[in-house]
Each structure stands twice: as C-alpha cells, then as structure tokens.
C-alpha cells in the first residue's frame, strides 16, 4: 500500500483514503459545444499512456474529500510529488533528471 | 524423564520432566514442552514423516526451521480445525496434538503410489507438457484429474473454519525482521534511542542461530542466554513490541510490510477470544533486514532418505532440544560449519562414523578438532549414494574424482554445502542482489527503499562482524528515523564460530548416471538430472529452467534448491552464474492462511450491509428482500400462501385501485446549496434549472462528458439558493464522485457546495389514488390542495410532529408522494401512514412492484433500460434536454455523428402477440426468424414483467431504429421457440397520464 | 442566503411520534476496551470558503478550526476540520448549530446531518488498537493526538475519527454502516489487549 501525500492534509496518508481519477491537466473547453470532432476526440479519449513521469489527478475521497494532482513514475510506481488542483504542470520535478 | 529414545540426558534447554503427549498417524508418543512436532518425533527415533510430492518418495526432516520442504504434515485439533501442510520443524508441541502424515495410501510405510519411483522415465522434468498432450479431450477428463489425485501435498479442509482471525495497522520507526544475534543487536540499539521500534522473528525463541551456536559467548553469557536476556529487556520498553512466531511474509512499497503471528497455534486450548493468527500491516520508516543464512544439503544419489538431514539442524535438535538425530552419523559436507555438528553430537555421546569432505586440504581449528576427538576425517572424498529407504542405512564413499568404493554403515547423515543468505525480504523490496564470486553468494547489491541488511543475509561471517554491523546498523535506523540520542551499549562478543564458504550444485555422488535421483528441490521432487534435462532441451534463462522443471515452486520456494539449481545450469551452460541470473523472491515468504488475510473481513463483516430505518418494519412484515448493491431493499410482501408473482400481482393493483406504501429511503439524495446552484445544476444536468421556482420539482438527466445517460431523478429546488436532489439507488456514490469532480476541478469558480443526505431523511412513497387521503390527516403547515400542491412540486413542514420535505411526485403513474423525514423517525412515521393507509386498503409494496408499474408507464431505470450507451434520444428523452442551453457535461458528446446518426437502438416497447407469454429479459430481438445462424440481432429485451394491471406481459426493449418500427413484427428466438413481438410505445397504461391528478 | 436552513429541525420533545436512533443502546466491552453507541446529537455539515469562518464561528461559538486533522471544542459543541472547506459541527449540549449558522449572512452552505451519522466511542487502554484493526493511520499520539480529527477508513467503510482523550476516540459513521462499524469496533476490541 502506497503512502501518497495530499497537499491539502499536509501529510502522507494511506492509499486506501485515495482514489486515482485519471490523468491530468486535460482542460474542459469553455466552448465546449463548438468543440470540433477532432478536438473532443483528443480532449475526451485521447490519453498519454507514458512510460515513466505521468501527470494523474487523484481524489482523497476518504480524508479531505479534495481532488489533487500528482506526478507519478509509472515505472517505479513512485509518487514525486503533489500539488493542488488547478495549480500549474510543476516545470521541475524533485528527484528526477533531465 | 520423557522416556523418549533418542533424548540426550543433560543436553537441550528445556526441561525433560514437562512432558507433552502427542500422536502421529495415530501412534502415541511423549515429547517435552519445547519441542517443535519435529523435535519430538526425532526424539522418538521418527525419522520418516512424509511422502514426497511426484515419486511418493519416503521422506524425513531435513532442517529445523522455515526452510523445511519434507515433514509436511496435517495438524487436526477437531473436524473442523485440520490445517494440512503444516511443517513439523515449526508447529510448536502442545499435549495432546494430533497430526497425521500426508500424501500417502494406504501408510506412511507402505505406499501404493511409490510405484510412480519406479515409473519415473514418465515423470521428468516438462512431463505435463509433453506426455498427456493426445488425445486433446482426455486432458480435462482423464489426464489432469488423475495426476492431481496422485500428485499433491495436504488436503484441504472441507468445513468452515471455526477460528477466527485478526488484524492490526501498525506504524513504528524501526522495524527489525529476524531476531537472531543481528536482530535483537539492530533493535537494541534502535530501542535504546527512544524510536518506536518493532522485532520480529519466525521462531518461538529468539536467538536465530545461537540456537544450535554452542561456541558462542556474548557480554560473558552463553549466546542464546544472552539472546533471551535481551529480549527480555526489550519486552519491557515501552517504545518496542517484540513479536515472537512472526513471519514477514511480503515486503511492499514504501516499507509496508505484512507480518503473520501465530497466536494460538501452539496452545493446548486456545481461549474463544485469542485469534489463531494476527495480521500486521507494519508502516515503518526504516526496517533493518536480519533474516539470516539458510544451510544448503548435497546434492548426491538418493539424498533425500530419511535421516539425512542438514548439519545444522542436527545441531539444533541437539543443542537446544536435546534431541540426538542418531546413534551412528555420517557427514558430508564442503564447509566447516558440519564439523561443530560432529564435534557436538561426539561430545554428546553419538559415535560419528566419519566425516566426507569434497574439499581437498580444508584446515581450520574445527578440523582439528574433530580428529582430536578421534572422529574419521576424510578430504577430496564424495558420498556417491546413500542406502537404505524407509531410512538411511549406509553412505558410499568414493574419491572424488572417481576410485575404489567404501560404504560406511550409518542411520543418520548429516549434510552442509554451505550456507545462502536469506535475500527474499531484501529481493521482495525491489533490491538487487550482487553475486560475490568469491564466497559463491548472492548478497543485497542496490537498495531500493529506506532498509538495510546486516548479519549472515548481508553476507557478513562471524558473530563479531555480525553484532557490529547490525548494532551500527539499528543506531543508524533510528537517528535516519529521526532518533536524536543514543545511550546504549554494543554488546560484546567475547566468542564466535566462524566458517568458510561452500560448495553450489551438483556433488559427484549426483550423476551423470541417468537413472541416479539426487535431489535439488525436494518438495517438488525436482533431481539434478532434470536440470540438466531442461537445459539440454533448450531452456536457457533461469526462469525457463524454473518453469520447466518446477525447481523452486513448491511451498517452500526453493529455499534450499534455488541455489543449487541455479549452478547446474549455469554448468550446463558454461556461463557465470550473475549471467544465468536468479530468479525473482516474490511474497510469500511461507505460506500464508486464507484466515490471516481475509481476517476479519468473514460473514458480517464481509461487505456492510446497509439497512434503511424502516427496515425492521418490513422484516416484520415478513418481507423478502433483495441486494441491490449493498442495500437490503423489501422485494415483496408475501402474505400467508402467496408466491412472489401472487404476492406482486396484488401489490401492483393495490397501487392503482387504493394506494401503496413504499420504502424508497435507498435513493440517494444530495443537498446542492449555494448561490450558484442553479448554474451548478444546469452544467451538471441536462435540463435547465434557473426557472425552475423553488418549491417546484423536475426529472432531471445527468450525461457523462461522452453523451451517454449517467443517472437520472427528481431533483426539488427548495430554495433559490438550495436544492434537493435525488440519485439512482446504486448510483448514488458515483454521482456525488462526478458531482465534487465537476465543482472542484472544472468549476471551481462556482460558490455551491454538495452534501450527502442520502441518510439523513427516510423516505416514504405514497403512492395511488388515495395518497393524499392518507398523508393529509397527518401533515402540519403544507397545503395539500392540487392547487397548492400540484404534480413535481415540494414542501417543507411537518407530518406527525416532524420535520419532512414533502415530494409530490410519482414514480407510478398514480397521484404520489414522497415522504422525507429525519431517518430516526422513518420508521415511526411509516407506521403512522401505515396505519392511515389500513383504512383505505392500501398495501405495502416491494421493489419488484415499484419495476412493474413504472414499465407500466414506461419510465426508464438507468442501468437497467440503459447500459452506458444510452444516449437521452436514444430513451426517448430529448425533452429533458435544455435546447437553448450552450453548456453542460455531455453536450458535446451527445452531437458526435454516431450518437445521431440513423439506425441507433432506441428505447421501445414490446407486446407479445400471446399476451401471456413473458419475455427474458437480455433476450435478443431479430427481424427474420428463418434466416441463416448467426442472426443479425437488432437489439434485446431490457426490463420484462407480467403485468396484471395490462392483464397481458409488457416489456421494454432497445432496439435499432426502433420508433420507426412501432406497429412491426419482431422476433425473439429462445431455446424452445421463436416468440413473436409488437413494437410499440413505451406507456402501457393511462397513456394520457391522467391518473396522476386521479 | 440560506434560507431553507433558517427553518431549524424542531426538537425531538415535541415530536408525536418515537425517534429510534439506530443501533440505540448497544455496548460491548472488552479486557482493555469499551464499544459503545453514543446518544442522537445535533449535526451540522458545514461548507465555506476561509473568509466566511471568523463569522461562522462567532456564530456558533466554536472557533472553525483551519489546520488539517484538528479539532475545536467549546460548550459541547465540536468543529471537525475534515477539508480545506469543509467542518462537522457536533452539538452534544442540545442546542441547534443549524439554526445559529442560519443567521450568518456570509457566504457559506449548512446542511443538518443529525440522522446521517451515528457515533460510536470506543474508550481504554486498547481504543487505538481496536481501531487500527481496520484503520491504516498512524494513530499514536504524536501522530494523532488528543483533539486529532480525521475522515477516513475502517475496514471496508468511511468514517469520521475524533480523539477525545489519549485513551477514548469517538468514530462517526453513516447510520446504515452503524452495524457494520459496530461489529467491526467489537470484533477488533477482542484483540486490542495485544
């Protein structure tokens, strides 16, 4: 069982309090109704898949009850960090190279 | 005295006045408290324990730890309670144990399925894949059943397991796994700093090796005085928890590491309140890995015999049991470690007829030793097979590289090719192991989490080394944890046995001869020769070799055969060991009980299951229930000699002609409030919401971003700023998910907040022409006129003195209420309009009468009549969607060209041209019976009942361009014929919707 | 704003019909710890933004806690810091929180969740390790100390832990998971002398 820390308890708290909800930074349109199809197709089922560094948002469903972001390796399955919903793709990771 | 044969007077630690009797394979015998099952059976001479897993061979024990892959035996407290595969060199004694030998028929001695020893040609290495291959059918029936009847450990137990099984979250500092002499000085030191600390070990005693150590001298105690004396100190610190029979079975990430403690099995009569075993899910913020070296046999001929046992278990039995394995041994060994075993047991009396070393010239002060005491030395010799078969009766001994054959009687051989560290935990955190080519050892390389390895499992040799590293290690631990002062003292080590390396894979006596059975892996019945077999067959990778021959895959894991298995094929190979690799540790360490990791998560406590508060009324009732996820809803209310569809018939009409009375109290409800909450509504859902005036009501549609039906219900705005919405039954959880998700990280700048009330209010339906007859008596303060209160409208004030949000609304088709009062008092208030009800004849209904009359009226159940690819025209909903709205979640999935183009499966009904005949629901509709198999299927039966109301069946079906074929013939084939169908409208009754004010 | 709340839940004395709290009266006890069923408070969920909660909290009496995992206690009425927005207001003295957040003009949502929730204590010596038998937090007191508020796990169920005392914590859970939470509190408590 991971620890992940959320940024809104301050602390790491225990996997079973999360919820994963899919990747992040994938912006809803403001005119969402004049989306073209090619447009909602990248927004709605298009995903990166990386291997490695993945941008995720996660839920501490059963703590604070607030959505977060998370950089995770999927590699490794490590967490290397967590920041607030709606605060901007972090430019330097903790930890990682390159 | 315990009067056993083989106990040595004066030797052991426990007392051999406490005797403990036990039976084995139902013949009595004494051991002493103390004993392992194992310990007590030697004692006893018992040697042959067991038979072995493929050739049904006569096996014995082999070692006195974890490690045992032979003396597997069935442990039956009562019918209930037999737990098989239990290993004798861990099961503690306790008076009266019963256990019984396995694998066997008709006895232990006398085998019938030995005959597989004899037939062995069939059984090598790759036999599953390649002698049952043909005829293919016989595989399943003959083929499989019949090895898995011959082949096998235990037997499971067929009755539910009366124990129970707890469990623990655990946090500490330091966790330190294994409590031998590097454990308990790792814990020592971290204890000593304050830091919350926590020792484990798989043993009953501590003391890891100062068990069977009789040379070893620390702070001027006996080592395993010294051990216990420690330990003792350890108890009684607050800061630490000393867990004695604790295996670490499985290291995960972040160093979370799971643990089972066998609490009661070693107990005579395990109280009622005493679990059998504790799981601890330990969080630690360092752990220190002190899990040992674990002693390798030879590999030669028929080394598997009873009494041929490893050196170092021998010794233990001797030294801490008082237990000697035999009166007459032979060693063989390629390290000095089985010469203190000689040493020891020709101390205590055993004639040791003579000790085979494969090594050339080994010196050494053990050595020297052993010939001072007149015990036969022998160098550069192998024993190339071992006699006897029920027991071991003779060693054959023969110059290494080949010469004339000796062969020594004997009744017991004891064997040491070295010892391997115990890099499983290590192996399991994700480390990487180091292959040290100059002591033949896999030792931990790279670390990848926050632990360290000390003593033999790091390779460290030598108390001394072992008690340094390991007390620095655990100072280090605890200041990495955050420990800020030390104040202990290193123990020191004032006398230690030290010994050299070994030998890995095949000794002489092991083949080439074909027909020779020297085995490498005992539980799986794995020989030398299939290794090489799988390597000649084109296995390269480790992990091939693995699969192939099944080396390692037994209950044990290998711990005694990985390594020599390994060097064989890197032989047969020509390569270096590293580049054959090993394969990978994975959890369990040892075997784990289902009991331990289900825990208490049994019967009540499996799932939760979610009770409404007018639930005991219904159960009074005599009420059938049915899950609906975790919700225990009434299904029906059967009266005296009513079956389901009588007892549905009648609450259908009930309904219709007087008035029902419903628990709808599952629904989920959700209180969106605050000043944007319209606005929050109108992107959440599809309907438009800013208009709506509070105290009116409407049915709302709520899409996911991909256009398709998510959940839909009645949704009453009680407030400009407050609404009251309700969810599907199963869909409540989710919605509130999708809901928060939507507020918190699309809309954000919206100043609404969502709140949970699915249990804060019970609720009530009151449904039928008489409703309002029977809530109106009982309200305060609300208008109940159609006028005041029209159809989708909501009120708050009082019923029965309390408060209640009052729904005028309906799920029936009929005049219908829903009733909201505080949960505590739903049941009260439900007995209150009962009793109003009973004057009117109204009826209580269940869930299967709330589906037939919504069918009745065509109203969809998302999740039933949909299944995520529902679009709202699809259900013939495109009222409910806002035409002059420019945003909400699914607006623009809901125009993707499939999602309108022509042809999609539309929400129909169906009439059976036999209006007796009930459709299955999932049924499949096609358009011409008679054409070719497969059919083109064009859609299927979604909800389907007897509807006695329609006096006829009715159904409702999704089916492809369906509104366009309203009037047409359709088909249904099924097993026993095809049934003709009439597409048609959904609404089978009052089609006008007249009833609603009736 | 919040109008609808202003109409505050009438008191259970003059009710015409019985309240039956769930799970009312149940109690186990244990060699190191007692499970017991808490009578019916008053609760309130509480939502509003940080600059709503010096008015909210004059109104309730309570000042709102802001940092994560706390608590605040005055005059039998508790506020449980459970997010960045988000408190449980616990009335034990019989008064109603919901009414006093009804007069607050600042911007905030009050939702009565009195019947929502039953509450459990669990109190002695082995109160942490009974709840650890099915809670994964670290709940020694440097960890979770005496006033330590915390949604989260037990078992296979949500619930609301707050720390009365270094020995006593009082779980909230939903009433239809109270039996659940119950038995699961009682079987753990059979092994929390260890």
């Keep these: 069982m991971l620890l992940i820390r959320c940024p809104y308890c301050e602390e790491e708290r225990p996997e079973l309090e999360f919820r994963n909800a899919g990747e992040a930074h994938i912006a809803r349109s403001a005119n969402m109704a004049g989306e073209s199809d090619d447009d909602f197709e990248k927004f709605f089922f298009i995903r990166s898949n990386p291997k490695g560094i993945i941008y995720e948002r996660w839920r501490h469903m059963h703590g604070c009850a607030r959505f977060f972001n998370a950089v995770r390796d999927t590699v490794t399955d490590r967490f290397v960090m967590t920041y607030k919903a709606g605060e901007p793709k972090p430019s330097k990771l903790p930890g990682v190279g390159k | ?998 | 704003m919040a109008k609808a709340a202003a109409r505050k839940t009438t008191p259970a004395a003059s009710s015409s019909v019985e309240r039956r709290p769930a799970l009312a009266g149940r109690s186990t006890t244990a060699a190191a710890v007692k499970v017991e069923v808490l009578p019916p408070v008053e609760r309130v969920s509480l939502r509003a933004p940080e600059a709503s909660a010096a008015a909210l909290s004059k109104a309730l009496g309570v000042t709102l806690p802001k940092k994560p995992k706390t608590s605040a206690s005055k005059g039998g009425r508790t506020a449980l810091w459970l997010g960045p927005d988000e408190w449980l207001v616990i009335d034990e003295a019989g008064n109603d929180p919901l009414a006093d957040c009804a007069g607050v003009a600042a911007l905030h949502s009050a939702v009565g969740i009195s019947h929502r929730n039953i509450a459990i204590s669990v109190t002695g010596a082995g109160a942490a390790a009974t709840i650890n038998a099915g809670c994964p937090q670290d709940l020694s007191l440097d960890a979770f100390p005496v006033g330590a508020a915390s949604r989260t796990i037990l078992g296979k169920t949500e619930i609301v832990l707050l720390r009365t005392a270094a020995d006593a914590f009082r779980v909230e859970c939903w009433r239809s998971f109270s039996d659940y939470v119950f038995t699961f509190l009682s079987e753990g408590s059979r092994d929390a002398a260890v």
Aim: aromatic residues 8%; neutral net charge.
């Design chain 2, 1 to 998: 005295m315990s009067g056993a044969s083989h106990r040595i007077s004066g030797a052991g630690r426990f007392s051999q006045a406490k005797t403990a009797r036990f039976s084995f394979d139902g013949q009595s015998y004494a051991g002493i408290e103390g004993d392992t099952l194992a310990s007590a059976l030697l004692a006893n001479g018992v040697h042959l324990v067991g038979r072995s897993f493929k050739y049904h061979r006569p096996r014995g024990i082999l070692s006195a730890g974890a490690e045992e892959p032979n003396a597997l035996v069935e442990i039956r407290r009562d019918a209930a309670r037999k737990t098989p595969n239990v290993r004798a060199t861990v099961q503690e004694l306790y008076d009266g144990l019963e256990a019984q030998s396995q694998n066997r028929w008709p006895s232990l001695s006398f085998d019938v399925g030995a005959v597989n020893d004899i037939a062995s040609p069939m059984f090598s290495a790759g036999f599953y894949y390649k002698t049952f291959m043909w005829p293919k059918a016989a595989w399943k029936s003959l083929y499989e059943p019949k090895i898995r009847a011959a082949a096998g450990l235990g037997v499971s137990p067929d009755q539910p397991d009366p124990d129970h099984y707890s469990s623990r979250y655990a946090h500490c500092d330091v966790l330190v796994l294994g409590g031998g002499a590097a454990g308990i000085a790792a814990a020592l030191a971290a204890a000593e700093t304050g830091v919350r600390v926590i020792l484990a070990d798989e043993q009953a005693e501590f003391g890891g090796s100062l068990r069977f150590e009789s040379g070893a001298k620390i702070d001027g105690q006996d080592g395993f005085a010294w051990a216990q004396a420690a330990v003792a100190k350890l108890t009684a610190m607050d800061n630490v928890r000393v867990l004695p029979r604790t295996t670490a079975f499985g290291y995960y990430a972040q160093n979370f590491v799971g643990l089972v403690e066998r609490v009661s099995d070693h107990l005579k009569a395990p109280g009622h309140d005493l679990a059998r075993e504790r799981l601890w899910q330990v969080r630690a913020k360092r752990v220190v890995l002190a899990s040992g070296a674990i002693e390798r046999h030879m590999v030669f001929a028929d080394n598997d015999r009873p009494g041929i046992m490893l050196a170092g278990a021998a010794r233990t039995y001797l030294n801490h049991y008082g237990v000697a394995v035999g009166r007459n041994v032979g060693v063989y060994t390629a390290n000095d470690s089985a010469y203190a075993a000689a040493i020891d047991l020709k101390k205590a009396g055993v004639n040791v007829a003579a000790i085979v070393d494969l090594r050339d010239n080994p010196t050494g002060p053990v050595i020297d030793e052993a010939r001072a005491l007149g015990i036969e030395v022998n160098f550069g010799r192998a024993v190339i097979r071992a006699g006897g078969k029920l027991r071991v009766s003779s060693m054959t001994v023969q110059p290494k590289n080949g010469g004339g054959e000796r062969t020594i009687p004997v009744d017991a051989i004891l064997m040491s090719a070295g010892w391997t560290p115990s890099v499983h935990l290590f192996s399991q955190s994700r480390g990487k192991v180091a292959f040290n080519d100059e002591t033949k050892r896999f030792v931990p390389g790279t670390y990848a989490q926050d632990c360290v390895s000390v003593g033999a499992c790091n390779g460290t040799d030598g108390l001394s080394a072992t008690v340094d590293e390991a007390y620095a290690a655990g100072a280090k631990a605890a200041r990495d944890a955050g420990a800020k002062t030390a104040k202990g003292t290193k123990p020191k080590v004032d006398a230690s046995e030290s010994w050299s390396r070994g030998m890995l894979g095949a000794a002489p006596g092991a083949g080439p001869d074909t027909t020779v059975k020297a085995f490498v892996d005992f539980q799986n019945d794995v020989t030398a020769k299939d290794i090489r077999q799988a390597v000649h067959e084109g296995m390269r990778s480790i992990e091939h070799v693995k699969r192939f021959t099944t080396n390692g895959m037994a209950t044990d894991q290998g711990k005694t055969s990985n390594m020599h298995g390994l060097a064989i094929a890197a032989e047969m190979l020509g390569k270096p060991i590293p580049e054959v690799g090993l394969t990978t540790f994975r959890a369990p360490y040892t075997p784990v009980t289902f009991g331990a990791i289900v825990s208490h998560a049994r019967g009540p406590l499996f799932d939760p299951t979610r009770k409404t508060a007018i639930h005991p009324w219904a159960e009074a009732q005599g009420a059938v229930f049915e899950d609906v996820g975790q919700w225990k809803r009434a299904w029906y209310f059967p009266k005296a000699g009513e079956d389901m569809h009588a007892a549905v018939d009648r609450e259908c009409v009930a309904v219709r002609k007087t008035a029902g009375l419903f628990d709808a109290s599952t629904l989920g409800k959700i209180e969106v409030v605050g000043p944007d909450a319209a606005k929050f509504m109108e992107l959440l859902y599809t309907n438009p919401w800013e208009k709506l005036e509070p105290g009116r009501c409407r049915y709302g549609i709520m899409l996911r971003e991909d256009g398709f039906i998510y959940d839909d219900g009645v949704v009453g705005r009680l407030a400009p700023d407050r609404f009251h919405v309700t969810t599907t039954t199963g869909g409540a959880p989710r919605v509130m998910n999708h809901m928060e998700d939507y507020l918190q990280t699309e809309f954000p700048h919206l100043n609404v907040w969502l709140t949970s009330i699915t249990e804060q209010w019970a609720v009530i339906a009151v449904q039928g022409p008489k409703s309002r007859d029977i809530i109106a008596p009982l309200v305060e303060g609300i208008d109940m006129s159609d006028e005041a209160l029209p159809h989708m409208s909501v009120r708050e004030g009082k019923i029965c003195g309390v408060p209640t949000r009052l729904f005028r609304m309906s799920f029936t088709g009929e005049r219908g209420f829903e009733v909201n009062v505080p949960a505590d008092y739903g049941q009260a208030v439900w007995e209150a309009l009962w009793a109003e009800g009973q004057k009117h004849g109204a009826a209580a209904y269940g869930t299967e009468a709330m589906h037939v009359l919504r069918a009745e009226k065509g109203y969809i159940i998302v999740g039933q009549d949909t299944d995520g690819t529902v679009t709202p025209n699809d259900a013939g909903l495109d009222w409910a969607v806002g035409k002059k709205k420019t945003d909400f979640v699914g607006i623009r999935g809901m125009a993707r060209p499939d999602l309108v183009a022509k042809g999609r499966k539309q929400l129909v009904g169906l009439k059976t041209k036999d209006p007796k005949v009930v459709l299955e629901e999932g049924a499949q509709i096609v358009e011409d019976p008679k054409q070719a198999i497969p059919m083109k299927m064009i859609g299927h039966v979604t909800s389907s009942y007897w509807s006695e109301n329609c006096g006829r069946s009715i159904a409702l079906a999704l089916v492809a361009g369906g509104r366009d074929r309203i009037g047409e013939t359709l088909y249904v084939p099924m097993p026993n014929g095809v049934i003709e169908v009439e597409v048609t409208g959904m609404v089978f009754f009052d089609e006008t919707g007249g009833r609603l004010n009736g």
